[in-house]
């Protein structure tokens, strides 16, 4: 008997030592204490980022070589042009060697209209503009992306290339990159691997809400990004307050039921579309709805279908975002509200 339990019990003892060794392969073991942190890991299991050794070097300054090619992969940008022969990085730029592992990244840059100078360095560190400006061209690569008319007023915004100030203006304006707490760019200071990285990180999320937002995607729970927070009015009644991130002003939100299933309450939301017929600037925008629910019941998000273009044009009203959103928080009685509907998939608790 004792021979018999040997084999399944080293199995296990060898599957477990395979996890805590993949899990420490894969992560990077420098990045832990990193501000931007959860923005690196996102996009190392994605396959975006990578580092020799196991480490990232978060605080390194990320040179040109690294930023470009960084851009190209998260965009997964692709040279689409039709050529008499195989283009070169030495037809494009002066000191680019065709045998470098970055030179297919310079030569799609080329293409994909990221206006890398011909002269560039890729040994050099990027500065925050350079990195911005490139940054910008990617993500309005195949976009056709309307921002709102606004100039962001920046303390040295005298030391910003004119050639780079619009690309900086609408990243900030769209919220990808942020000023200090003196509203200052500092245009040309390095920037940082970890600091390239969580613009890379908000730029791609900014796109793919912009995409989402005109494809109609089959999973809008992704550009929602619904979240849900619980807090105590009393001890028999909890505050819910329901979040969600959309691509522009004109999408609305609203709570339009609560269902209570066991010791669940399912709070089913809908996103109002905007008026196809206006035009919103593209501005990232955070919507709130609140309820309250009965404290002995676990609040549980439920994405309903969209509901239909809101007349007013989207936007939030009130404490949940349109003024007949109001919904009981007493439990329901009738067992074929609850039961018979088609369920729905939650998203969080």
């Not at 100039?151 to 200090?180: A, E, H």
């Not at 939030?316 to 109001?326: D, R």
């Amino acid at each position: 008997m004792k021979k018999t339990l040997k084999f399944p019990l080293l199995i296990a003892l060898m599957t477990s030592l395979l996890l805590l060794i993949g899990q420490s392969v894969f992560a990077f073991s420098d990045t832990q204490s990193d501000v931007n942190a959860d923005k690196i890991a996102s996009l190392q299991k994605q396959g975006i980022l990578s580092g020799g050794g196991g480490k990232f070097r978060p605080n390194d300054k990320i040179t040109y070589a690294e930023g470009i090619s960084m851009l190209v992969k998260g965009f997964e940008l692709k040279d689409t042009n039709v050529y008499i022969k195989k283009p070169e990085a030495s037809d494009y730029y002066t000191h680019v060697k065709n045998d470098a592992w970055y030179a297919p990244a310079f030569i799609i840059a080329h293409a994909a209209g990221l206006e890398v100078p011909r002269d560039v360095n890729p040994a050099a560190a990027m500065t925050r503009e350079q990195f911005a400006h490139h940054l910008f061209k990617s993500i309005i690569r195949d976009r056709d992306i309307a921002f709102i008319e606004l100039f962001v007023q920046i303390n040295d915004g005298d030391d910003i290339n004119p050639t780079y100030m619009d690309s900086v203006q609408k990243l900030i304006i769209s919220q990808v990159v942020k000023l200090d707490d003196k509203q200052s760019f500092h245009p040309t200071n390095k920037l940082t691997r970890s600091e390239a990285a969580s613009w890379l990180y908000d730029g791609l999320a900014f796109a793919k809400a912009h995409d989402a937002d005109n494809t109609g995607s089959t999973e809008p729970t992704d550009a929602y990004n619904l979240q849900l927070s619980v807090n105590p009015v009393n001890k028999s009644v909890n505050e819910v307050t329901v979040t969600a991130t959309v691509p522009h002003p004109g999408y609305g939100i609203r709570i339009a039921s609560i269902q209570f299933e066991g010791s669940k309450a399912r709070i089913n939301v809908e996103i109002v579309q905007p008026d196809p017929d206006r035009m919103y600037a593209q501005v990232i925008t955070e919507l709130k709805a609140v309820t309250y629910v009965d404290a002995s019941y676990e609040p549980q998000i439920v994405l309903t279908s969209d509901s239909s273009t809101s007349s007013s044009g989207g936007g939030t009203t009130g404490s949940t975002g349109f003024p007949n959103t109001a919904v009981s928080s007493e439990p329901n009685t009738d067992s074929s509200v609850s039961s018979s509907e088609a369920p729905a998939v939650p998203i969080g608790a």
